[in-house]
């Protein structure tokens, strides 16, 4: 499956993906807020994208992993995450930090939000982040999404500290 929005291809990851996913998964300043990143080595991206990519060939897959490609150029990843009754799913993104402050993320999200609607019948959409984490709730709130909630998280990178997180919903 692949999308096409005005800038962008949407496409399934791959192991191809290897080295420029590390690129901005293993970049703390690119994912100090972020839940499960940054990964800690190339082999540990590597079983990312094995999981990614078997999600792909699962016929009810727990999610589906975009590759957000600009010209070409594999910036970074868009992801739908299937709640088990499959009329919900959790929007979550991550763009390497040379391509931030452009749209890209809510060009794709926005595109992952009309399938979900159009294709997948879902009801409801939801996003989190830190609360920290101004542009993620900032293009959570472009999107259309609103403040449905809050609680605790840790991130990776911060270790034992709880974090707030923030929940956002779209109902569709």
């Known amino acids: 499956m692949q999308i096409r929005t005005e800038r962008l ?3 399934p990851v791959t192991l191809d993906d290897l ?3 590390h690129a901005y998964a293993a970049d703390l300043s690119n994912t100090r807020f972020m839940m499960f990143l940054p990964f800690a080595s190339l082999e540990e991206t590597a079983e990312s994208l094995r999981e990614a990519v078997q999600q ?3 016929p009810v897959p727990d999610r589906w992993e975009f590759a957000i490609v600009l010209d070409g150029r594999h910036i970074g990843s868009v992801t739908l995450y299937f709640q088990e009754d499959r009329t919900e799913a959790e929007l979550g993104w991550v763009l ?3 391509y931030w402050r452009k749209g890209y993320v809510s060009e794709a999200a926005q595109a992952l939000i009309d399938l979900a ?3 997948l019948h879902i009801r ?3 996003a989190c982040c830190d609360s920290e984490n101004i542009a993620s709730y900032r293009t959570m709130e472009k999107l259309g999404l609103r403040y449905a909630a809050s ?3 840790k991130n990776r990178s911060s270790g034992d500290e709880e ?3 923030l929940i956002y919903e779209l109902f569709l």
């Open 124 to 126: 409801r959409i939801f």
């Open 9 to 11: 291809l949407l496409r």
């Open 151 to 153: 609680g605790t998280r």
């Open 163 to 165: 974090r707030v997180e």
């Open 56 to 58: 792909w060939e699962n």
């Open 96 to 98: 390497h930090r040379d």
């Open 19 to 21: 080295v420029t996913t």
């Open 117 to 119: 609607r159009e294709q």
